[in-house]
């Protein structure tokens, strides 16, 4: 009851109200439902928030959204100082709510608040927080989650995600927040729109003058659509083919069944597109468009490219194009080893991180690229300290671009990175597990691992094993019941004609290496 009470919204005290009702008559389910609401405070990671959007301490709300606020705040200003705070939103359900509650308590505490006019995507509100010089930036997205869900993104005044100890020291700032109705608020926010300055700074992206090229494009129902197409424009790419029953922003993502580009049937509609317009790459954004995926022609129809594959062809084509004094470029260790050859080969500094972008963008001073497995891509980090699709989308058709020019494509690229340094094949194993299952099995594997492996232990909870071209990270997820697992295998080609059979060879050893995985993992 007290909960309920202190809930600053009528529409949850309602809600939860209802449910509390039902329990109290034994409605089936009911006392179940109230138990999982109120079961403890939705946890802030270093992503921040994310959750169902619900009524009552464990979901997203407008309580829960002000009690976060007020511990950030209070974080923020431990020293004395305050200054500009940066708040944007996706069109989730929630998202314009959460957003004007976050942007009146920071008012509320002191703080120079700007909110971004629209929904726009993530990496918009990463670059409005270095172009502003703020001190720290909100985003309410749940990026790719399913429809349900809404979440609560915070960036700080270098740009980039929360990284240790912040995160933990801001969880405990907001358990001492106050109830709900009790935080100070205040309507003195102003506008800023930063989306002008974006587009431009994105525009400049392209390092190569070719232009000609045929696009297909989704936001998959989310905010990066107008945005995309706009870059998209302004770099001189025109031919822009947008997937119409995806193109304008819907929380209830109806043509997709989970709205995340990694997802089996996500990128049909795409595929369907391309295929009709003769477009030479397709792309897809996630619904806040921070992440970018790729899809190019074979002879076998349309393919989608690896996380992986399309991670090393933005970091080869920006090292390729030069400009830079003693680059650095970074990826993470269950991403594919081929970034590290690429980077010597042209004479520039590597560095592999533990899994996130809190640590790639850390990765070490003259940063040019960093990339993850996970579709996300950091392309120039002076602007976005964090994985931006919508420039990442840009610099993809400058790549395909100039090998169309040339009368070549992405695959053609991706061929000659393999005879130059080798296939490397990769894949992803997910097993699903109740949390403590999930630690058990991560725990046994850890605590025994499998014979003929050189182990390493990056992180408590991360084993990495690796034997003769081949390596295998196992940790548990730290956002769902599910026990990972990344696979590589690395076959060497001795010349262009030679490739075929290494592919082949690498294949037989990356389905043998899958089946040995399942066992260990899961005996």
């Known amino acids: 009851m007290r909960w309920i009470a202190d809930d600053p919204d009528p529409a949850t005290r309602t809600e939860l109200q209802r449910v509390l009702a039902a329990a109290m008559v034994g409605t089936a389910g009911a006392a179940e439902e109230l138990a999982d609401r109120m079961s403890g405070m939705l946890q802030f990671g270093t992503a921040g928030l994310r959750g169902p959007v619900r009524a009552g301490p464990s979901g997203m709300?407008?309580?829960?959204?002000?009690?976060?606020?007020?511990?950030?705040?209070?974080?923020?200003?431990?020293?004395?100082?305050?200054?500009?705070?940066?708040v944007g939103r996706d069109a989730r359900h929630g998202s314009e709510a959460f957003a004007t509650a976050a942007a009146r308590v920071f008012a509320g505490a002191g703080f120079d608040v700007r909110v971004l006019p629209e929904p726009l995507p993530t990496p918009v509100l990463a670059f409005a927080v270095r172009g502003l010089g703020a001190v720290a930036g909100?985003?309410?997205?749940?990026?790719?989650?399913?429809?349900?869900?809404?979440?609560?993104?915070?960036?700080?005044?270098?740009?980039?995600?929360?990284?240790?100890?912040?995160?933990?020291?801001?969880?405990?700032?907001?358990s001492g927040a106050p109830a709900a109705v009790a935080i100070p608020m205040s309507s003195a926010v102003s506008e800023a729109d930063v989306t002008e300055a974006y587009l431009d700074?994105?525009?400049?992206?392209?390092?190569?003058?070719?232009?000609?090229?045929?696009?297909?494009?989704?936001?998959?129902?989310?905010?990066?659509?107008?945005?995309?197409?706009?870059?998209?424009?302004?770099?001189?790419?025109?031919?822009?083919?947008?997937?119409?029953?995806q193109a304008v922003p819907d929380p209830d993502f109806p043509t997709v069944s989970f709205p995340n580009p990694e997802e089996p049937g996500a990128t049909d509609a795409l595929l369907a597109l391309a295929a009709e317009t003769g477009a030479d790459l397709a792309i897809a954004l996630?619904?806040?468009?921070?992440?970018?995926?790729?899809?190019?022609?074979?002879?076998?129809?349309?393919?989608?490219?690896?996380?992986?594959?399309?991670?090393?062809?933005?970091?080869?084509?920006?090292?390729?194009?030069?400009?830079?004094?003693?680059?650095?470029?970074?990826?993470?260790?269950?991403?594919?080893?081929?970034?590290?050859?690429?980077?010597?080969?042209?004479?520039?500094?590597?560095a592999e991180t533990l899994t996130g972008f809190k640590w790639i963008v850390r990765g070490g001073p003259g940063l040019v690229y960093g990339y993850e497995e996970a579709l996300g891509y950091c392309v120039d980090p002076d602007a976005v300290r964090d994985k931006d699709g919508i420039a990442a989308a840009v610099l993809a058709c400058d790549l395909a671009a100039g090998l169309k020019a040339a009368g070549l494509g992405l695959q053609d690229r991706l061929d000659e990175l393999a005879v130059a340094h080798g296939v490397h094949l990769t894949e992803g194993i997910s097993l699903r597990m109740e949390p403590a299952e999930r630690d058990a099995a991560a725990a046994r594997v850890r605590a025994t691992p499998p014979d003929g492996w050189e182990t390493e232990f990056p992180a408590p909870d991360v084993l990495v094993l690796r034997r003769a071209g081949e390596r295998l990270v196992v940790r548990p997820s730290g956002t769902e019941p599910k026990l990972k697992a990344y696979l590589e295998v690395v076959e060497p080609v001795t010349d262009k004609a030679g490739l075929a059979e290494a592919k082949t060879k690498a294949e037989a050893s990356l389905t043998a290496l899958s089946k040995e995985t399942h066992h260990l993992l899961n005996p």
């Open 61 to 86: 709300n407008v309580a829960v959204v002000q009690r976060a606020t007020a511990g950030l705040a209070a974080w923020l200003a431990r020293g004395g100082e305050r200054g500009t705070v940066v």
């Open 138 to 174: 909100v985003q309410i997205t749940a990026s790719h989650n399913p429809p349900a869900d809404n979440g609560y993104k915070v960036y700080l005044a270098d740009g980039a995600q929360l990284a240790p100890p912040s995160d933990a020291e801001i969880e405990a700032a907001i």
């Open 201 to 245: 700074r994105v525009a400049r992206l392209p390092r190569g003058p070719a232009r000609q090229l045929r696009v297909a494009l989704t936001p998959m129902h989310g905010v990066g659509g107008a945005t995309a197409v706009h870059a998209l424009h302004r770099a001189g790419f025109t031919d822009v083919h947008v997937v119409a029953a």
């Open 286 to 350: 996630d619904p806040d468009a921070d992440r970018c995926a790729l899809a190019v022609p074979t002879s076998a129809g349309w393919r989608m490219l690896s996380g992986d594959e399309t991670g090393v062809l933005l970091g080869d084509h920006l090292l390729r194009s030069g400009g830079y004094t003693d680059p650095l470029v970074a990826t993470t260790v269950v991403s594919s080893s081929m970034l590290r050859a690429v980077a010597a080969a042209h004479g520039a500094r590597y």
